[in-house]
């Protein structure tokens, strides 16, 4: 375009893109003041001119093979309608929640019940001091990322690199689970996975499943450790690296763990992740971690792990703990959105709204009793402080 050309380019073919049609990040491709292993991408600032962020160009096939670095390896939600519940804006002013938010049930004595009523342990008493929830909207939440890398600027979440990812190592504490759907709508997902559920033997139904739509429908779903009340990962690990506070989080002992990875085998989320290298001081990773000026960036409240470990989402446990230290020190009641953490301060939509739920008050609290409101695999009994809430599409024109 007007004697420009970015040569090889690496392009990625998504669905729903509209036909003749590309796209092209801005903030690519940068060279000054950057290591060479964090050069990546191009720059699309090259072809933009006049200001504006549309421009006709033209599009040539040239010769080699990129590989991309996905650690999501599924497009489709294949009519499993537990993971992301959605209805339509008819349905969610019409019916009854129990119709578009339907609660599992699981079997008890032979009898079916709402998953909500079975625990596999007696409770403990949780009223007594601070009780951390999380909610996200997945109406509100865009697929931005702006989450994922506060969590990884706050709680020196280690930049493993490319290669390392496309070995299944990544190493976010947040991801955002994208899902397209696979008919016109994900409710048409799940009728067609209802006309193949009783016959296994069709097995180019569930494929043809796995096809995204030509015009595909997407929803986008922040995933980070549920710190989950009857947590799975805290009953397996040999050496109780992992437990639960009275506050509600997860904590990991860094210096307890072994390294067993039996908590990641349990976690039906699969939000836990394994330090294979030592990330820091380390000419593998030459990144933000190998150099004095990289590591003045580092959160001097938040250990950095070394090999051998599992760690997760903690919550933020470094700001609720500064919180509630200032409040006592200025002898005041802490008020609600006092507490934040990473996620939730850089959220812009408000997707991600983080409090103490004993505080009746306070916005989460609120938020928790909504009949949109949903834990993810609810049916596993996992009991979750981390809740969504279902998404309500308005897809009528008029």
């Given at each position: ?6 040569d090889?380019v ?10 003749k ?50 650690i ?40 079916e ?20 929830n ?7 939440c865009t697929?931005?990322?702006a ?40 409710e ?14 069709s097995k ?60 990641a ?5 699969k ?12 000419d593998?990773f ?8 990289g ?5 001097p409240?938040v250990t950095?792990?070394s090999r051998g ?15 509630i ?16 953490t ?9 997707a991600?709204?983080f ?32 809740f969504y ?10």
């Amino acid at each position: 375009m007007n004697g420009v050309s970015l040569d090889n380019v690496p392009v990625i073919i998504q669905p729903g893109q509209a036909p003749k049609t590309v796209g092209l990040s801005f903030g690519y491709g940068r060279k000054v003041g950057m290591k060479e292993e964090m050069q990546t991408g191009v720059n699309a600032y090259a072809v933009y001119t006049n200001f504006n962020s549309v421009q006709s160009v033209s599009i040539e096939k040239a010769d080699g093979l990129h590989e991309f670095a996905c650690i999501q390896l599924q497009n489709t939600l294949m009519g499993r309608g537990e993971i992301i519940k959605e209805t339509t804006l008819e349905k969610y002013t019409t019916e009854d929640a129990h119709e578009w938010n339907p609660v599992p049930v699981v079997s008890l004595d032979h009898q079916e019940v709402p998953a909500t009523t079975v625990d596999l342990w007696a409770s403990f008493d949780r009223s007594i001091g601070h009780h951390f929830n999380m909610s996200i909207d997945l109406n509100a939440c865009t697929g931005c990322g702006a989450c994922v890398i506060a969590c990884h600027a706050e709680n020196n979440v280690p930049v493993v690199g490319k290669t390392e990812v496309r070995r299944s190592r990544d190493m976010h504490w947040l991801r955002i689970d994208r899902y397209y759907s696979s008919e016109d709508t994900f409710e048409d997902d799940n009728i067609k996975k209802d006309e193949f559920s009783g016959a296994f033997e069709s097995k180019s139904g569930f494929e043809e499943m796995e096809r995204s739509a030509i015009n595909p429908q997407v929803a986008f779903q922040p995933v980070m450790c549920q710190h989950c009340n009857h947590a799975p990962c805290e009953t397996v690990c040999p050496v109780a690296a992992t437990s639960h506070s009275r506050q509600g989080q997860n904590h990991m002992a860094y210096n307890r763990c072994v390294g067993t990875r039996y908590c990641a085998n349990n976690c039906p989320y699969k939000v836990r992740r394994f330090n294979w290298f030592l990330y820091n001081n380390n000419d593998e990773f030459d990144f933000h971690m190998n150099n004095d000026l990289g590591k003045m960036v580092i959160n001097p409240d938040v250990t950095v792990r070394s090999r051998g470990v599992i760690e997760k989402c903690s919550l933020c446990i470094q700001m609720t703990q500064k919180t509630i230290l200032d409040a006592k020190r200025d002898g005041r009641v802490i008020e609600d959105g006092e507490f934040q953490t990473a996620c939730s301060n850089a959220c812009s939509n408000g997707a991600i709204v983080f409090g103490d739920i004993n505080n009746e008050e306070s916005k989460v609290a609120e938020l928790k009793k909504e009949d949109r409101m949903y834990h993810l695999l609810e049916a596993v009994g996992t009991k979750p402080n981390v809740f969504y809430h279902v998404k309500v599409r308005n897809t009528n024109e008029a």
